[in-house]
């Protein structure tokens, strides 16, 4: 039988992980936002070093109660473009749907943060059934993302029912699912959740949430493994984190794992505006001097793109770095890996 996960601020305190002082405060930030420490995860920390980038992400931290002003509970602005409860619609070929408020793992920096936990907000099943008719109307929807919280933490069953229906929608091409389950809990990965998965008239893809090389255990690795024999395509996301992955180091080793797992890097995400999140923030400088290394240093299947998503229901867009600059004459100076510019086209060198 599995070891349940650690929920409480008393059960991570027992299990060594935060210091008897912090009880007070910490069950404060519980009250909050929802702790989930599952035991897979808990049993990577490395309890030798100071600030372990597996403990920082499922351990609360007193750091959660400080909200700085620029932080906001709908940080990329979901509210704005949900025409149907759990619905999101902010580009024309593709919807997000919340199904579940429940994740394996609460990780400390979650954009949806406010939204999630065990009493979250999920979707009842006439708010999935409005949301399949919205679908079913708008044939100009090709990709329906299910995320949450954690699709495929609901039951094989609810995922196969729900995956039914939209194989009935014939305009829905591809079925992507955002989760972390692979990494937080790669037991829960079965057989049975394979089955559903499979055989599917929609082609399903699955973004897994991973940020450090670690979380890509042996047991991780075999799950995605199972994933990818049943002709399931990976993806993969990553949060850019002060302290766990602001390092060249880090997100080389991360991402060369990752191919390795025949998981390809989509995307890095800077972080965002959450509240209770500062002490994980870098600035966009950061995140763009990281990525200029990265590029020549590692194949290109192991480099994301860096994406912001826009305060205020904007949208994503990549942040950079930016290789290209216009020169006084009017033509383009693109920057090579070493920093060095060019002409382009090339100067033609005087003949005379
Ligand atoms: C992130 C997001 C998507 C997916 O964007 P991709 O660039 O296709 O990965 C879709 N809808 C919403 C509302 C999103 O926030
Ligand atoms: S698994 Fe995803 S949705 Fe759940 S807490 Fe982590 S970042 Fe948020």
């Given amino acids: 039988m599995q070891k349940a996960a650690a929920t409480t601020a ?11 002082a912090d009880e007070g405060p910490l069950t404060q930030v519980a009250e909050r936002y929802a702790i989930a420490a599952p035991r897979h995860m808990i049993e990577l920390i490395d309890r030798n070093v100071e600030r372990d980038p597996i403990a920082m992400q499922i351990v609360p931290s007193t750091a959660e109660l400080v909200t700085t002003p620029d932080e906001r509970p709908d940080p990329i602005g979901d509210h704005t473009y949900s025409p149907v409860k759990g619905l999101v619609h902010r580009y024309p070929d593709r919807v997000l749907l919340k199904v579940h408020s429940a994740c394996a793992v ?3 920096f979650c954009f949806r943060r406010e939204m999630l936990g065990p009493g979250g907000d999920s979707m009842a099943e006439d708010d999935i059934a409005a949301a399949l008719t ?4 708008r044939p100009e929807i090709w990709e329906v993302i299910l995320t949450g919280g954690d699709p495929l933490v609901l039951s094989p069953k609810r995922i196969s029912s729900l995956l039914d229906s939209l194989d009935t929608i014939e305009h829905v091409n591809v079925v992507r699912f955002h989760t972390r389950l692979a990494v937080a809990a790669p037991e829960r990965i079965t057989d049975e959740l394979i089955r559903v998965l499979s055989d599917r008239r929609a082609t399903i893809y699955i973004a897994v949430h991973s940020n450090h090389v670690r979380e890509l255990s042996d047991d991780a690795i075999a799950a995605c493994d199972r994933l990818t024999r049943a002709n399931i ?3 993969g996301q990553t949060v850019l984190l002060r302290g766990v992955n602001d390092t060249i180091e880090s997100l080389e080793a991360l991402f060369r794992a990752m191919v390795r797992a025949r998981i390809t890097p989509y995307y890095l995400h800077h972080p ?18 990281l990525m200029k290394e990265l590029r020549g240093r590692v194949s290109g299947l192991a480099l994301p793109t860096y994406m ?4 205020g229901g904007h949208g994503k867009v990549p942040v950079g770095p930016n290789y290209v600059a216009k020169s006084p004459d009017g033509s383009a100076l693109v920057e090579d890996v070493n920093g060095r510019s060019h002409a382009y086209p090339p100067h033609i060198t005087d003949p005379s």
């Fill in 10 to 20: 008393a059960a991570l305190i027992s299990e060594g992980l935060a210091s008897p």
């Fill in 106 to 108: 609460y990780c400390r």
């Fill in 134 to 137: 919205y679908i079913r109307e």
């Fill in 233 to 235: 395509p990976l993806v």
């Fill in 272 to 289: 965002d505006l959450a509240p209770g999140t500062s002490h994980f923030r870098v600035s966009i400088e950061t995140g763009q001097t």
């Fill in 308 to 311: 912001l998503d826009i305060p």
